[in-house]
């Protein structure tokens, strides 16, 4: 079979009894599988390095989709220093001998890329203490984290840091991993093509467990044994999904689950939540979910479903499982019973329309603040009235762009709270029109 990186020598005996996932670590940039938005040709990461600049960043994605790696290959692609902490094992006590020796490193003319494995595991003020020595460029800093970075980092470090996000592995990625595998110890996986299929779904998007596995296999299958499905069960012990997350089975039980929700029918969305969990999905994309049917399907005709959705989240990391999931099974009823309004969902979606339509456009400038006498002098902040100063707090000023006039993108409906919503508007509708016309 051919290997995959180019010729490769046969594994020195000195490696042998690394694991596969070591030895198979890429070392170029452009070897790392599933990620070619970012190091593809065109890729983000890419054009970083051929810019000859690239900046503090934080790679968010699931475990083993290559955050290491790629932060390894950075380091040796800019001639840095590569450092690697783990949030989970280090303290503040850590972290300044760590800018110290970065500091000293400097002195002698080299700059440290500092890694931070799990980085959202820092709390607040461990967080902060990064801030002078990336402003300073004593490091560069690459975090990692399996976390949504908008909820889990300090917004002083995100805004001196760039986002990245890493992709779950496809199973056509996995097989890459797999072959690159056989390629490396000269052998060809004992399984047939069925077992094959279930060891990259058993795997789930995770570049390192499928390694991790076919080396289980290697090692525990017998001289010219093939294994089939139950085989491979048995060899490895780990229960397989019942349906692929990465493909039809994970997209039609999501879909349902949604449909179901949106359809006022808690039972059916019950069913749907329960057989996720029993097919092994993750806890938290089945969360990200809820939290998306809040949003999306009820939106403002119940304000507590949001909170709701995201309290369900809370409570299972809390928790942990199975207790945990109880909570996102009182959610999903809780959703599934609320009134329904996609109002706030397309009045977001024709707001970006017109984002786009008409993002040259200039604010009014009597709604533009004049922090300068030349900004005055040009008519910013002329005749803006306050709000609270008006008669019942409303002044009826235009904030539109003047070339664009006024639009109406949220309709609310006549169920649950976005009653009292529509009747606010229609007052303050009504209020704008007088005040307009007394004005004219």
Same mark, same amino acid.
């Given at each position: ?197 279930? *060891?990259?779904? &058993? /795997?789930?998007? #995770? ?6 596995? @076919? ?5 525990? !299958? $017998? ?66 979910? *809820?939290?998306? &049917? /809040?949003?999306? #399907? ?6 507590? @479903? ?5 309290? !369900? $989240? ?88 003047? !070339? ?37």
């Amino acid at each position: 079979m051919p290997d995959l990186f180019g010729e490769r020598a046969p594994a020195h005996p000195d490696t042998a009894h690394r694991p596969l996932a070591d030895r198979l670590r890429p070392t170029r940039l452009e070897d790392v599988v599933g990620q070619d938005h970012l190091t593809g040709p065109d890729g983000a990461l890419t054009r970083m390095i051929a810019s000859g600049s690239l900046g503090n960043i934080i790679f968010w994605g699931p475990p083993g989709t290559g955050k290491t790696t790629i932060a390894r290959l950075l380091a040796g692609s800019a001639d840095l220093h590569f450092e690697q902490i783990s949030a989970i094992f280090s303290g503040v006590a850590d972290l300044k001998k760590v800018f110290e020796a970065a500091r000293m490193r400097l002195q002698n003319g080299k700059q440290t890329l500092l890694f931070v494995d799990e980085i959202h595991r820092f709390n607040r003020a461990q967080q902060d203490s990064f801030l002078p020595v990336v402003e300073d460029g004593t490091i560069l800093l690459v975090g990692a984290t399996t976390e949504n970075p908008s909820f889990e980092l300090n917004a002083a470090l995100l805004s001196r840091s760039r986002v990245l996000t890493l992709k779950r592995l496809d199973p056509e990625h996995l097989e890459i991993l797999l072959q690159r595998a056989e390629t490396e110890t000269g052998k060809t996986l004992p399984l047939t093509d069925e077992a094959r299929t279930l *060891l990259s779904m &058993m /795997a789930d998007g #995770d570049g390192r467990a499928v390694l991790t596995l @076919a080396e289980e296999v290697f090692r525990s !299958a $017998k001289a010219d044994e093939i294994l089939d499905e139950d085989g491979l069960r048995r060899i490895v012990q780990r229960r397989a999904p019942v349906y692929d997350k990465g493909q039809d089975g994970h997209y039609n039980l999501i879909s349902a689950l949604h449909k179901a929700v949106r359809g006022s029918d808690p039972d059916a969305a019950l069913y749907y939540l329960a057989r996720m969990f029993d097919a092994g999905e993750d806890p938290l994309y089945i969360g990200r979910r *809820l939290v998306r &049917m /809040a949003s999306e #399907d009820i939106g403002l005709a119940d304000p507590q @479903a949001l909170s709701i959705a995201l309290a !369900a $989240k809370d409570a299972y990391d809390y928790l942990g499982s199975p207790e945990g999931e109880l909570a996102f099974a009182q959610a999903c009823i809780y959703l599934a019973t609320a009134p329904k309004s996609n109002a706030a969902y397309m009045a977001f979606k024709s707001s970006m329309h017109a984002a786009k339509e008409f993002g040259s456009l200039l604010p009014p400038k009597h709604i533009l603040n004049a922090p300068t006498k030349l900004m005055s002098a040009e008519g910013y902040s002329e005749g803006y009235r306050y709000d609270h100063d008006e008669p019942d707090a409303f002044s009826g000023q235009d904030y539109f762009p003047e !070339a664009m006039g006024r639009r109406s993108f949220y309709e609310p409906v006549e169920r649950g709270f976005e009653r009292d919503i529509r009747k606010r508007l229609e007052y303050w509708s009504n209020l704008r029109r007088e005040r307009q016309n007394k004005s004219d």
